[in-house]
Each structure stands twice: as C-alpha cells, then as structure tokens.
C-alpha cells in the first residue's frame, strides 16, 4: 500500500470519528455561542506551525476540536447576510460527492453526475415556472451573474473572437455587487452600467428605465442588457419583472434576473414573482434559500444555443467522440468551467429526502417569522422599522432617547454588541442614508421563540452603552 492509501477500515476509523464530531456539533448547535468568543490572532494560531512534512496519522484528527470551536454556529438565530444554514442531509450527499471525486465536465468523465445535475436543473426550472429553460450549478450568485452578461454580450455584441466593444446595461439602484464586478471584469466598464432609481419600496422603476435606455439610444449608445433583482440584498424587494420584461421585449435587450436571495421563494409564493419565466437567465442560490451546504448557485437559461456561443471553445483533448445527445454533453460547452464540482449530489438527495414540500414550507416559515419580527419591532417604542419587509429581510434600528444625529453611530456600535453577545448574530444595511440593524431569515432552524429572542438581545445590548 502506497503512503496516500487508506484501508477500508482505516477510513472507516477516521469518517466515525468525523461523524462523530459532527453529531455533536448538530446535537449542541442551538447552545452554542453564534459568533466565537475568538481573536484573529487566536485563529492565526490555530495554524501557526504550517504544513508537516511528516503525516500525523490519526492524531491529525485532534485539531478539528478548536477549528470547531472557533467556527460560526448557523444555530436558529443566525440571521446575518443571505446565508443558508446547511441542510444536514445535503451535508451528507457533500461527503458522498467528495469521496467519489467527480470532475462533471462532460457525460464521458462522470456519466451519473453530469445526468444528475442536468436532471436537477430541470427539475428546479420546472417547480420555478420556468418551463424549458435548463443550466447549470454554479459556486454561487456572483459566478452565475458573470456568466449570464457574459451570454448577454454574447448575444447582442459578440466580443469572443475582436475585443469587447462598449455597450450599457441596466440595473436597479439596489442592485447587488456582483453585477459592476461581472461588468469591469467584461470589459464594459462600470460607467456604462446605468443605475435606475427605484420607487418608494425599493424596486426598480420601469418609466425610470425606459427613459435610460431611450437617451442611450439618442446619444448613440447600444443598450445591451437589463438585470432585474428578484430579492435586493438589503430588504428583499423584488422589481416589477413583468413591466421590466416589456421594456426589454419592445427594446430587444436580454433580461437576466438576479434572484440569488429572492427567487426561491417562488415555490412558496408563485404570485409574487410573475415574469420570472420571461427572462432570458436567472441566477439562485441554493447554498441561501434550499438551505444547502455552501456551495450551491445555480445558473438558468432559456436557450443553451446562447450559453454554448458565450462559452464554447474546446481544444482536441477534450472534444467528445460521441454524437449522442447525452453521452457526447459537456458543460464545459455552457459554462466557464472546466473543472467542475459534484454540487448536483447534495441537492438531489437533499429534495429526495425532504421533498420540495418541506422546502416550501420551510420558506414559508421564514416569511413568516419576518412579518412576526416586523410586528414586533413596530409594537416596541424604542425600536424603528425602516423598510417593508417583502421576503424575509427585516431592517430596523434602535431610536429611544437618541437624536437623529447620533442614531447611525449608536446601532453600529449596538450591533457589534448584539452579535459579541453571541445569542443573535445579525448584519447591517444602509437605507436612505440611515444605517439599520438586518435579519434575514433564510434558516430552516429558526422558530418563532428565536424571533421572540431578536428584540430582547437588541433591547438587553442597548442597555449596557
């Protein structure tokens, strides 16, 4: 046996004893402080005498116990960011897929695993409403952004072979980061991504836009593409994607729809996500509201033929011999990856485990644990909302016995506390210029006594300034 190789019961030994500490992980989850009491130089230390030159063997195990300890615990009251809490089957089905090591490239280098994924996509696609479209998993939102304007510019202003030439995009005020990021990396630059103002809850206006793309036109200028938000990452609004959808129908502008917070929810709440069907792409992220282990994105769209155009581009080595539609597949062809990870394996068992009905009521949980937050912020005199509340996002602050002027100043400080009490643990958003205390329920452990728990932490903190 070579030094690399395990035995079977070797492995064995070692993945009972992993286990093992995950079941107690899971089992102590909701006890457990959320942020660890820890410093970055303690961190630092955990790894401070490098890499061994000579294995440890078992022994390598006894340091999983303080890299435990100072992780994060995604317990019910985790409510920072747009982060899923990690469904523990889908967990499993990671494992699986590591120990298999499938690079799904292409059908001919793992044949279960890319039928897998495209039957995963499909599937997702169809409870979505987005009837036809297929895909692929992404590492998250900000891949699956990239690549859909990569399709974009593709489609309306083909830069493969020459050099990308200039062109406009448009997109809400509120839009994410990773939209300027995947326009400078296109070569289109930041400054010809127009930034449409939004109405009074935070969506993007279709007149506003129409005006945009009209003065473009006027000045010259080729408007490429617009990016509707399905769920903005400060309070969750979702634009008006059926108005949108006109505007870039009358225009002939591909529409891609950002919804890597948002458009999950369309499996609980269909109604509130009409036109999603109408875009040319759609961006999700499993990893946030399927509650899958990081990581999990996933990349919809209407005609493959526009993702092979963007993406296509294979040297000898790895062209399939095959003509068959399965067993000649690559997603190296509708993708910018070549290497690719074995994402699909989670969510699929994840599903069958559950069932899409627990997910669904599992985000209508969450939707309903941030009106029952809302509320109780609106029934507590010396705390604020400061935005609707359309998903899941809850944005407040802390205002009794405070003048506007100070107001910012406090809650940053009052959310350092709050989150270093390590009961709750959440974000920040800035609204209007104000700066807000941010829960976000995307959690499948979290249950209306962590809601309840939410203002007495906010509440019990702002007493020890």
Same mark, same amino acid.
């Given at each position: 046996m070579n030094s690399l190789e395990l035995s079977p019961e070797d492995f064995r030994r070692l993945a009972d004893r992993v286990s093992a500490m995950a079941e107690q992980w899971l089992a102590g989850?909701?006890?457990?402080?959320? &942020?660890? =009491?820890?410093? /970055?130089?303690?961190?630092?230390?955990?790894?401070?005498? $490098?890499? *061994?030159e000579a294995g440890l063997k078992e022994a390598a195990l006894e340091a999983?116990?303080?890299?435990?300890?100072? &992780?994060? =615990?995604?317990? /019910?009251?985790?409510?920072?960011?747009?982060?899923?809490? $990690?469904? *523990?089957?889908?967990?499993?089905?990671d494992f699986l897929a590591s120990v298999l090591n499938q690079n799904v490239t292409a059908w001919r280098s793992s044949p279960s695993a890319v039928s897998m994924e495209r039957a995963v996509v499909r599937g997702l696609a169809h409870a979505l409403g987005c009837h036809g479209f297929s895909g692929s998993l992404t590492g998250g939102g900000s891949a699956a952004n990239l690549m859909a304007l990569t399709m974009a510019r593709e489609a309306?202003?083909?830069?493969?072979?020459?050099?990308?030439?200039?062109?406009?995009?448009?997109a809400s005020a509120e839009v994410h980061m990773s939209i300027p990021k995947a326009v400078a990396l296109l070569g289109l630059g930041r400054r010809n991504l127009r930034l449409i103002p939004t109405d009074a809850e935070w969506r993007m206006r279709p007149e506003a836009l129409e005006q945009a793309i009209e003065e473009d036109l006027s000045a010259g200028r080729r408007p490429l593409a617009i990016v509707a938000t399905a769920g903005t990452v400060n309070i969750g609004a979702v634009d008006p994607l059926p108005a949108i959808a006109e505007v870039a129908r009358r225009h002939k502008l591909?529409?891609?729809v950002d919804g890597a917070f948002g458009a999950f929810a369309a499996l609980a709440i269909p109604e509130r996500f009409e036109g999603l069907a109408r875009a040319d792409s759609v961006s999700m992220d499993a990893h946030k509201w399927l509650y899958q282990p990081v990581d999990c994105g996933v990349l919809l769209f209407r005609e493959a033929s526009a993702a092979r155009r963007a993406f296509s581009f294979s040297g000898d080595y790895v062209k399939a011999a095959s003509t068959d539609s399965v067993e000649g597949f690559a997603f190296f062809d509708e993708s910018m990856e070549l290497s690719r990870r074995y994402r699909a394996l989670k969510l699929w068992l994840s599903v069958r485990y559950?069932?899409?009905g627990a997910f669904r009521d599992a985000i209508r949980r969450d939707l309903e644990h941030a009106q029952q937050l809302a509320e109780a912020v609106r029934a507590e005199p010396s705390l604020e909302l400061l935005a609707p509340v359309p998903l899941s996002a809850v944005c407040f602050r802390y205002v009794r016995d405070l003048p506007e002027s100070e107001r910012d100043a406090f809650n940053a400080r009052l959310l350092a506390r709050i989150n270093a009490r390590g009961r709750v643990y959440l974000s920040n958003a800035t609204l209007s210029g104000?700066?807000?205390?941010r829960a976000c329920f995307v959690n499948h452990r979290t249950t209306a006594e962590d809601v309840r728990t939410v203002v007495a932490e906010v509440l019990t903190a702002a007493k020890e300034r």
């Open positions: 989850l909701d006890s457990r402080r959320i &942020a660890p =009491a820890v410093t /970055g130089a303690a961190t630092e230390s955990l790894f401070a005498e $490098g890499l *061994p999983l116990a303080p890299v435990l300890e100072a &992780a994060r =615990a995604g317990n /019910g009251r985790f409510l920072g960011y747009v982060l899923g809490s $990690g469904e *523990p089957v889908g967990a499993l089905g309306l202003a083909p830069a493969n072979e020459e050099g990308a030439s200039s062109g406009v995009l448009y591909w529409l891609h559950h069932g899409l104000r700066y807000a205390l």
